[in-house]
């Protein structure tokens, strides 16, 4: 058998911890099994190097960037396979570059285009353990060093997997798996043992911090199925592959909080053409990721426009907004980041059609107030205060009986 | 005209050490000059870095050192190539692979078979200033990561310069240029102009730290000229080159003393052949590295036997000679290290028989006693008393007038 591993920064944060996961691809190697291994950059190496760039300038170029960030990978890949060694196994570590990752040249934000596998077949063939930077990769023009950007290290295992057409791919965190919602918030939550592919990426999306939504949906695009497991015990975590349509036995698999939400509302817009693509143009040229978006006409010839982004945006989205309030015709704005966006995911949603109707509820009798709703196949997201989230997220994981139920 | 330009990891230790090398590039490239700069990572990052695996093993492979050692340069050159561009410049970081600097598979200690200067052409035709990492290359088996070792970065300067026939080669460093003795230790201490690198290579190997002896030897294979200087002012630094015969005024050129010195001495060795081979191949087989040797034959059959090597490896040295003690059939052994190796150095000594003789008097006259004299064509060591070096150092400066003579 195949194995590929990923093992976060977390999981590799200290020498003890580098140990740890020795042995755990040892015992793999000891069954017989061939493993390649990518691993994140040591705990907080990623940004220390930002600290140290930041003292040089405050505009670095993407390329140099890159060149820089590329080393946290490379130092964790040697000392991995170093305490492989100690172990006796015969290893050896690849950089982005020595492993075949090729990728487009947009540095800081890389996609994989092809892995040349030849090397790491040639070193399993040879008996060897192989432990692959994640999160890099080189362009194909110039050999640059490109980094594949959030996400990057979970992409690299899921691309790798692919590509050597692994039996399984395994992606260690420092959770356990998948939860029906966050165990911290809601003691109730309960371990998904199987997760579909388009529920997982919702959940991703939703700010559920174990797999990258990126890496979703490749292994999705390749029906790679993931196991999402802690690096700190052997329980078994959460697959997530494809799940037939008669399986689906479950209307919501998991409810999600993302307390990263800011919302910005605009009075009166003038309700013409073009006023809303204005808005969204001159925020993404900003680079600002508009998440939520909801227009509603109040009065004749006259909308209110809302949209939320994160936290982090707010200050640039406000900006944006005081420039072009005139442009727009708009009577004023108003703005809070004291809201919380709380969601529930699930494919069975599809063919349920009065699920929103039974959140909708749920919250209202906790006497919980909705500030904006947005709904997709087998998702609905409200934003409601802050303060509310704890006790929104309870409510909605009891109302769809996600502790007790054993259809997943 | 083309410059070669190597900074040393004082140079580039900190963000305002980083702004100040990239204006002295900026300099040089302004005046409409082509530049190449090599740089080592930056203060003691290589220490951190060893630090690092040592918590993971105490026997680290040779290839995964190198991986994780080779970073250190990968952040130099980004942040200089970073700190160039914020004053306009176009740039260009390569790590040792990039650069096509082509080694032995060596690990840890590879020397440079080859560059491939192609790309590095292409960049500066392009008219960017480029940035190459120091102290690294690739295999030419596997593209595996090596590192040159002690001395690699000034290696890498001197090895770009000949493989792009550069017409100056400069040696950044934290002094003005190579003194006639250490000025900390006799504030007399005159820098010389020019030094040949016949008598540059005996400073270096004699522990004058300003040029490593591997980079003095390959600008002396390639006749290629060596400019070390400052990077804290703009002084003229010292010129190595190629001195012609009727140049070589000076019979002494300068005064070294290296304190890093142990010594083992065995009394009443057999006189028979191969007894010698015995222990000096058993203390090469513990990669100990023995300087001098002394033999002399004291009685009849019977020799005392005495060398030195680094503080380092006395312990080391100690253990293959109490073992090898009866085998030699030896009486016993001494060691200490509180001893001094100084030396003079000069080209004009080969032709001036009396040089030697002229330093024992002068040291003789401060009542300092020689445990050890060794001499080569150029140079002439003595063991002393660790206590007397400064004194020994300061009359032998006196002795050859090296504080007025303008021969250099």
Known sequence: MLVVQKYGGSSVANAERIHRVARRVADVRSKGHQIVVTVSAMGDTTDDLVSLVKEI?????????????????????ALLAMAIKELGESVISLTGAQAGIHTDSAHTKARINSIDTVRIKEELEQGKIVVVAGFQGIDQVNNNITTLGRGGSDTTAVALAIALKADLCEIYTDVDGVYT???RVVPEARKLAVISYE???????????????????????????????????????TVVREVEEMEKSLVVTGVVCDNNVAKIGLFNVMDKPGIAHTLFKALADEKINVDMIIQSAMRDERNDISFTCSKGDLKKALEVVEKLQTALGADGFTYGDGVAKV???GAGMV??????????????????????????????????????????????????????????
């Not at 695009?221 to 052997?234: A, E, G, W």
């Open 199 to 237: 529920e997982m990426l919702e959940l991703a999306n939703l700010g559920a911090a174990v797999l990258h939504p990126r890496a979703v949906e490749l292994a999705m695009k390749y029906k790679m199925p993931l196991h999402v497991r802690s690096s700190f015990n052997h329980n078994p975590g």
């Open 181 to 183: 919602t966050d165990p």
């Open 57 to 77: 300038t405050d505009s670095p170029t993407d390329r140099e960037m890159d060149v820089i960030l590329s080393t946290g990978e490379q130092v964790s890949i």
């Open 351 to 408: 063919s349920n059609p009065g699920v929103a109707a039974e959140m909708f509820e749920a919250l209202f009798r906790e006497g919980i107030n909705l500030e904006m709703i947005s709904t997709s196949e087998i998702k609905v997201s409200c934003i409601i205060r802050a303060e509310d989230s704890v006790k929104a997220v309870a409510a909605l994981h009891k109302k769809f009986n996600l502790a007790e139920q054993n259809g997943n």
């Open 343 to 345: 969601s529930i995911v």
